[in-house]
T-cell receptor, first 116, second 114 residues
Framework: AQSVSQHNHHVILSEAASLELGCNYS??????LFWYVQYPGQHLQLLLK??????LVKGIKGFEAEFIKSKFSFNLRKPSVQWSDTAEYFC??????????????FGIGTKLQVIP | KAGVTQTPRYLIKTRGQQVTLSCSPI?????VSWYQQTPGQGLQFLFE???????NKGNFPGRFSGRQFSNSRSEMNVSTLELGDSALYLC?????????????FGPGTRLTVL
C-alpha cells in the first residue's frame, strides 16, 4: 500500500529563513503529487501540484517543490518565509492504477511556526 | 463559483449514537471523497464516490458508511459512535474526469463524541 512520509512534524523558523519540508512516498508506479496548506482556522488549500513535465513546480506565495523520481521525493521549498506562512503543510500522493482508479494518500503533516 | 460546503460545521454526540454528515461538492464535480483528520493520524482516507458509486474504501470499520446522490451531494454516516471517532471530517470534491484532476476541500465538520 502507498505510504507518504513527512519527516519533520514541527518546524520553527525565523522570518526570512529558508524552508525545506521533506516528503517521500513508497508507490513505484505513476503518481501525481501535491502540497496542501492549512492556515489556522481555515480549510485545506492547494499550494502546488506536479503531474508531469518539469520536475520543478512553482506554486502560490513563492513556494516551489521538486520531484525527484529516483528518490521518491517531492520536497517543498521557499527561499524566505514570512510570519503569514505559519500553517500546517500536507504532502499528498495520488497513485494512478491501470484501471483508471486514483487513490490519494496524505502525509501526517508538518506544522510550521514562523517567528517574527 | 461556490466552494465545497459541509454541514453541520460542529456536532456533539454521545457514545453509541449515530451521526450523518453532509457534503455538497463544487458545481459540476462528480467525485466526492471523505477523510478523517486527527492530530495523531493526520488525514486518513475514508471512501470516495463517483456518480453515485463507491469507488474505493479506506481501512475503517463498517460503522462508517456513505452514499452519493444523483446531484453529487454526499452523506457520510457513522453508527455506534466511539470516543475515538472524535475528529474533523473533511470532504473533497473533484471532476475526476482526468488523472490530472485536483481535489478541493471543504471546511470540515468537527465531530466531538462524549
Amino acid at each position: 500500500a502507498q505510504s507518504v512520509s513527512q519527516h519533520n512534524h514541527h518546524v520553527i523558523l525565523s522570518e526570512a529563513a529558508s524552508l525545506e519540508l521533506g516528503c517521500n512516498y513508497s508507490y513505484g508506479g505513476t503518481v501525481n503529487l501535491f502540497w496542501y496548506v492549512q492556515y489556522p482556522g481555515q480549510h485545506l488549500q492547494l499550494l502546488l501540484k506536479y503531474f508531469s513535465g518539469d520536475p520543478l513546480v512553482k506554486g502560490i506565495k513563492g513556494f516551489e517543490a521538486e520531484f525527484i523520481k529516483s528518490k521518491f521525493s517531492f520536497n517543498l521549498r521557499k527561499p524566505s518565509v514570512q510570519w503569514s506562512d505559519t500553517a500546517e503543510y500536507f504532502c499528498a500522493v495520488k497513485e494512478l492504477d491501470s484501471g483508471g482508479y486514483q487513490k490519494v494518500t496524505f502525509g501526517i503533516g508538518t506544522k510550521l511556526q514562523v517567528i517574527p | 463559483k461556490a466552494g465545497v460546503t459541509q454541514t453541520p460545521r460542529y456536532l456533539i454526540k454521545t457514545r453509541g449514537q449515530q451521526v450523518t454528515l453532509s457534503c455538497s461538492p463544487i458545481s459540476g464535480h462528480r467525485s466526492v471523497s471523505w477523510y478523517q483528520q486527527t492530530p495523531g493520524q493526520g488525514l486518513q482516507f475514508l471512501f470516495e464516490y463517483f456518480s453515485e458509486t463507491q469507488r474505493n474504501k479506506g481501512n475503517f470499520p463498517g460503522r462508517f458508511s456513505g452514499r452519493q446522490f444523483s446531484n453529487s451531494r454526499s452523506e457520510m454516516n457513522v453508527s455506534t459512535l466511539e470516543l475515538g471517532d472524535s475528529a474533523l471530517y473533511l470532504c473533497a470534491s473533484g471532476r475526476q474526469v482526468e488523472s490530472t484532476d485536483t481535489q478541493y476541500f471543504g471546511p470540515g465538520t468537527r465531530l466531538t463524541v462524549l
